[in-house]
C-alpha cells in the first residue's frame, strides 16, 4: 500500500522560500501522476503542480514562475520548490498521486494522499 509524507513546511516572510517534500513508500506505479494541492481556510482545495511518469510538468497559473515540481525517483521523492512566496500561498498543501495516470489538475482524480504539511506565509 502506498503512502506519502510531506515535509518542509514552515513560515516565512513574504519574498521567501521553501522547499516541500514527499516521500512515497510501497510504491510500484510505472504511469502515474504526482500532484501538489493546497487548501486555505475557507476556501477549496485547488491543484498546484503536478508531475507525471514521463516528467511532463504543470502548474496552475497562480504559482507559475514561482514554484517548480520535480521528483528523485532513486528516492521515491517528489519536491516542491516555492520561491517569491505571497501572504496568497499560505495554505496547507497535500501531495497525491493519481495512480492511473490521468494527469489531471483535479482532486478527484488523485487516490492517495499525503497528511499535509502547513506553509505559512506573512506580510
Known amino acids: 500500500q502506498v503512502q506519502l509524507v510531506e515535509s518542509g513546511g514552515g513560515s516565512v516572510q513574504s519574498g521567501g522560500s521553501l522547499r516541500l517534500s514527499c516521500v512515497a513508500s510501497g510504491f510500484t506505479y510505472s504511469t502515474y501522476c504526482l500532484g501538489w494541492f493546497r487548501q486555505a481556510p475557507g476556501k477549496e482545495r485547488e491543484g498546484v503542480a503536478f508531475i507525471d511518469s514521463d516528467g511532463t510538468t504543470s502548474y496552475a497559473d497562480s504559482v507559475k514562475g514561482r514554484f517548480t515540481v520535480s521528483q528523485d525517483n532513486a528516492k521515491n521523492t517528489l519536491y516542491l520548490q516555492m520561491n517569491s512566496l505571497k501572504p496568497e500561498d499560505t495554505a496547507m498543501y497535500y501531495c497525491?498521486?493519481?495512480?492511473?495516470?490521468?494527469?489531471?489538475?483535479?482532486?478527484?482524480?488523485?487516490?492517495?494522499w499525503g497528511q499535509g504539511t502547513q506553509v505559512t506565509v506573512s506580510s
Open positions: 497525491a498521486l493519481d495512480t492511473v495516470g490521468y494527469s489531471s489538475h483535479y482532486d478527484e482524480y488523485y487516490n492517495v
